[in-house]
């Protein structure tokens, strides 16, 4: 059964800083994984998606990155902005059951605050 | 439409009431989703659909919830007899192609369900 887990589970930190946050996935057998945005009483905004057989995925501030063999994935965001505060889940795709359309395991999520 | 549009948007119940959630998922996508989000974790799997077909239902809680799609569009969620422990938000989401490795779910805003 795939497990996945976020590390940390909150984080602050000041206007501009760069940033780490961190994924890790128990079964590498993954078609993707997907990293989200959860804005308060708000549903999921698609960030990246790194398909299983790509390394790294980049949009404006934001870098994901991806290891299957060692089941981690890092999203880097640069220069930090008020506006990036929400909190950030990342999801792997699996085919559990041998079934090929990839439902998602998420982890539980890094909340972000990023105080002016 | 432009997105994943879910009605209604808040719902409370009394426990005991039947209750149906609504998906409208975006126009021409193969794969729906519901995903179901307690209060501080991440989403997890209820079940899936191949458009009109059900084809794994492994994540739904007890035989209280039933989900169709029956033209392979708009999907509904109904949960009899709520529960309180039913109380969450419930999250659907969609997808072009019917295979995970193409599979980029978009997700809607969700229904927060309170059963008191």
């Known amino acids: 059964k795939q497990e996945v887990t976020q590390i940390p589970a909150a984080l602050s930190v000041p206007e501009g800083e760069n940033l780490v946050l961190n994924c890790s996935f128990t079964d590498s057998a993954i078609y993707n994984l997907q990293w989200f945005r959860q804005d308060p009483g708000k549903g999921l905004t698609s960030l990246l998606l790194?398909?299983?057989?790509?390394r790294e995925q980049t949009s404006g501030r934001l870098n994901a990155s991806l290891d299957k063999s060692s089941g981690r994935s890092t999203l880097y965001i640069a220069a930090s902005q008020p506006g990036d505060s929400a909190t950030y889940l990342c999801?792997?795709?699996?085919?559990?059951?041998?079934?090929?359309?990839?439902?998602?395991?998420f982890g539980q999520g890094t909340i972000l605050t990023v105080h002016p | 439409g432009a997105g994943v549009s879910q009605s209604p948007r808040y719902k409370v119940a009394k426990r005991g009431q039947d209750v149906a959630l609504r998906c409208d998922p975006i126009s021409g996508h193969v794969s729906l989703f519901w995903y179901q989000q307690a209060l501080g974790q991440g989403p997890e799997f209820l079940t899936y659909f191949q458009n009109e077909a059900q084809l794994d239902k492994s994540g739904l809680p007890s035989d209280r919830f039933f989900a169709e799609r029956p033209e392979g569009s708009v999907s509904t969620l109904k949960i009899q007899r709520t529960q309180q422990e039913d109380s969450a938000v419930y999250l659907c989401a969609s997808s072009f192609s019917g295979l995970a490795v193409y599979n980029e779910q978009f997700f809607g805003p969700g229904t927060r369900l309170t059963v008191l």
């Open positions: 999801a792997a795709s699996s085919n559990a059951g041998g079934t090929s359309y990839g439902k998602l395991t």
């Open positions: 790194i398909q299983s057989s790509q």
